[in-house]
């Protein structure tokens, strides 16, 4: 049974690292994932706070009924705790998919940075506390 999971952030920071292709360290950073049978299936890494600021990370590898919680969460945990007014993602251009799926999220376009990634372009994209739908009564509620 699957089950959220917000206190092992190096366990679910390693997967993500693994997952969207990270060879550095996080840094400064929090993660939260939901775990299946000990394996993560999904997670989200927030990292590089820069006061206004941080950037994000989503891996998922199986869909389940937790995902709306999890990105309640996150968010919850990146504009009300932390009090943040953005979130920053950036993505390859050749993942269209993956654009659209983070779009779906609920973030927006807001720069392409020209020949910044090994083979494409970088897409900068944006998610605004004021336009999160996922900031909801129920995250609140939640103990991070």
Request: proline fraction near 3%.
């Given at each position: 049974?699957a089950?959220?999971?917000?206190d092992?952030k190096d366990?679910?920071?390693?997967?993500?690292a693994?997952?969207?292709?990270?060879?550095?360290?996080w840094?400064d950073?929090?993660?939260f994932?939901?775990?299946?049978?000990d394996?993560v299936?999904?997670?989200?890494?927030?990292?590089?706070?820069?006061?206004?600021n941080?950037?994000?990370h989503?891996?998922?590898?199986?869909?389940?009924?937790?995902?709306?919680?999890?990105?309640?969460?996150f968010?919850h945990?990146?504009?009300?705790?932390?009090k943040?007014?953005?979130l920053?993602?950036?993505?390859?251009?050749?993942?269209?998919k993956?654009?659209?799926?983070?779009k779906?999220l609920?973030f927006?376009?807001e720069?392409?940075m020209?020949d910044?990634?090994?083979?494409?372009?970088?897409?900068?994209?944006?998610?605004?506390?004021?336009?999160?739908r996922?900031?909801?009564?129920?995250?609140?509620?939640v103990?991070?």
């Amino acid at each position: 049974m699957a089950q959220l999971v917000l206190d092992q952030k190096d366990k679910i920071g390693d997967w993500v690292a693994i997952q969207v292709g990270q060879k550095t360290t996080w840094g400064d950073f929090n993660a939260f994932g939901i775990v299946e049978n000990d394996e993560v299936i999904a997670g989200v890494v927030i990292h590089n706070y820069a006061g206004s600021n941080a950037f994000c990370h989503i891996a998922i590898f199986k869909k389940t009924k937790l995902l709306p919680t999890l990105f309640k969460c996150f968010v919850h945990y990146s504009f009300n705790v932390c009090k943040l007014k953005r979130l920053t993602a950036l993505l390859p251009t050749n993942k269209p998919k993956v654009i659209n799926f983070v779009k779906h999220l609920g973030f927006e376009e807001e720069f392409v940075m020209k020949d910044a990634g090994k083979a494409s372009d970088i897409q900068g994209l944006v998610m605004w506390p004021s336009k999160c739908r996922w900031l909801t009564q129920e995250a609140k509620n939640v103990r991070l």
